[in-house]
C-alpha cells in the first residue's frame, strides 16, 4: 500500500511541477488513493486467502476487505516425489477463483526435495505436524480435505491415520464449529462418518497419478516395457531414492514387519489406516491410462490388470477431453470374495497386490481414467495430469477443473 501512495504522491508532484493544482489538490489524492486501494482490494478477492508469494501457505487479508469472511473448508495438497509446494500451484489458483469465499488450501511445504526419500512414515509424520499448525492458523476451519500427487498420495494416507479420531458416541464432534449433517438421510453413510480428521469433518481425499498398490509388479512402472530383468533390478535399487524407495518397490521388512504398503491397507493397533480413510466423505482415484512413464495405471486406479478398461471403449468428454472414463467401484461382501491364500511365511509381491486391492475396494472409490493421447505433452503425462509446471504441463488443466467441478464442500 506503501507503494501506490507514494505512487500517487509521485504523480501529483509531477502535476505541481506543470502548475495544474487545485486549491482542492489534497483531496483529489486522497480521493484517487482510495480508488486505487478499492480496485486492489478486489483484485485480491478473486484469489481469496491466496498469495502469489507464498503458494505454500495463505495469509488473511480480511482486514483490507470490507466483508470480511472465515473459509471454512481447509484443503490440503501434498507433492510428490522430489517436488514441492510450488508443483500444485496452478491448482490452488483454480480452486480458489472457484470457491473464494469457502475454502483455505495450503500446499504442503515440509516435504520437498531430497527430503522426499525419506519414507512414507517420516513424510506423513512430518505432513501430520504442518496440517495441526495449519489448523491451530484458522480456528473456524470445520472441513478437511486432501489432494495427493503421486507419492504424496501415500503420505496423506498415513497422515491421515495419525490425525484420524474415533467418536465413539456416533456423533461428529464440534471441536473447531458447528458442523451440520450432510442431509443426504442414508443411514449406511451417516455411520461412516463417526470418525474426524484432527478435529474436522472428513469431506474429500483425493489421489492423483498415486501407486496405491506400489511400484513393485508387472508393468507397474511403465518405463520398465515390462521386462522382468529391468523391474528386478529396480527393486533391488530401490534404496537410490531412500526409504522411500524401499517403501514403494515393498523390500522394507524391518523387524520381520511386512512392507509398509501393505500395513497400510489394514486398520493396526496404534494406527487406523482403513478407517481413517473410510471417514471421508468421498475418495477419488485420478489415474493415467496411457503415456505415464514413472506410474502404471492399475496401481493409481486400484484395479487389477485383467480389470483394466479397454482403450476402444473410451469415451471423451467434451468439457473434459483428456477424461475418457469414469466409473465407482463396487464393494464386494465378505461372501463374494475368494479365499486368498499365501504359501509359506514369507509375503510375495503377487499376494501382497491382492491384498491391498482387496482392502482398499471394501470402501468406494470413484474412477477417473485420463489419456492425454494427441497431446504434446504426453511425454510428461505423470506431470501433465497435475499441471505441475503450467508452460509445460498446461493441457491437465481440463483434469484440474473436472476436480474443482466435483469438489464436495
Request: hydrophobic content about 35%; proline content about 4%.
Amino acid at each position: 500500500m506503501a507503494s501506490l501512495e507514494s505512487l500517487a504522491s509521485s504523480e501529483t508532484a509531477e502535476d505541481a511541477g506543470r502548475g495544474r493544482i487545485s486549491s482542492n489538490g489534497r483531496d483529489e489524492i486522497k480521493e484517487s488513493t482510495k480508488k486505487i486501494k478499492k480496485r486492489r482490494a478486489k483484485s485480491m478477492l478473486k484469489f481469496g486467502y491466496f498469495r502469489p508469494e507464498h503458494y505454500g501457505s495463505q495469509e488473511k487479508e480480511a482486514d483490507r476487505t470490507e466483508e470480511p469472511f472465515n473459509p471454512t473448508h481447509l484443503v490440503i495438497m501434498v507433492n510428490g516425489l522430489i517436488g514441492s509446494a510450488q508443483n500444485w500451484k496452478f491448482a490452488a489458483k483454480q480452486f480458489l477463483k472457484r470457491y473464494p469465499k469457502d475454502v483455505i488450501v495450503h500446499c504442503s511445504k515440509v516435504n520437498s526435495a531430497r527430503l522426499t526419500f525419506d519414507g512414507v512414515d517420516v513424510m506423513g509424520n512430518r505432513l501430520v505436524e504442518e496440517v495441526l499448525l495449519v489448523i491451530k492458523q484458522y480456528p473456524y476451519v470445520q472441513k478437511i480435505s486432501f489432494i495427493g500427487h503421486s507419492l504424496g498420495g501415500l503420505v496423506a494416507r498415513y497422515a491421515i491415520a495419525r490425525l484420524y479420531e474415533r467418536d465413539s458416541t456416533g456423533k461428529l464432534s464440534q471441536e473447531n464449529g458447528d458442523t451440520k449433517n450432510n442431509g443426504s438421510g442414508d443411514p449406511c453413510l451417516q455411520e461412516k462418518l463417526t470418525g474426524k480428521i484432527a478435529g474436522l469433518e472428513p469431506m474429500n481425499f483425493i489421489t492423483v497419478a498415486t501407486p496405491h498398490l506400489g511400484s513393485r509388479g508387472h508393468k507397474q512402472v511403465p518405463i520398465f516395457c515390462g521386462l522382468y530383468t529391468l523391474e528386478k533390478a529396480a527393486s533391488r535399487t530401490s534404496w537410490l531414492f531412500g526409504r522411500s524407495g524401499k517403501h514403494l518397490f515393498l523390500t522394507d521388512c524391518d523387524n520381520r514387519k511386512p512392507p509398509l504398503l501393505l500395513q497400510m491397507a489394514n486398520d493396526c493397533e496404534d494406527l487406523k489406516f482403513m478407517s481413517a480413510l473410510q471417514s471421508f466423505r468421498r475418495r477419488v482415484a485420478y489415474a493415467n491410462a496411457r503415456f505415464d512413464h514413472i506410474v502404471g495405471w492399475s496401481t493409481s486406479s486400484i484395479r487389477r490388470r485383467n480389470e483394466l478398461p479397454k482403450h476402444q471403449h473410451f469415451t471423451r468428454h467434451e468439457k473434459y477431453p483428456h477424461i475418457v472414463n469414469e466409473e465407482v467401484t463396487k464393494i464386494l461382501s465378505p461372501q463374494q470374495e475368494v479365499p486368498l491364500e499365501v504359501k509359506g511365511n514369507g509375503y510375495k509381491w503377487i499376494h501382497m497386490e491382492e491384498e491391498m486391492i482387496r482392502s482398499l475396494l471394501k470402501m468406494s472409490w470413484e474412477r477417473v481414467d485420463v489419456n492425454f493421447q494427441g497431446s504434446k505433452q504426453t511425454l510428461f503425462a505423470h506431470s501433465t495430469i497435475q499441471v505441475k509446471n503450467y508452460c509445460i504441463n498446461s493441457d491437465g488443466k481440463d483434469v484440474i477443473q473436472h476436480m474443482v467441478d466435483n469438489f464436495l464442500l
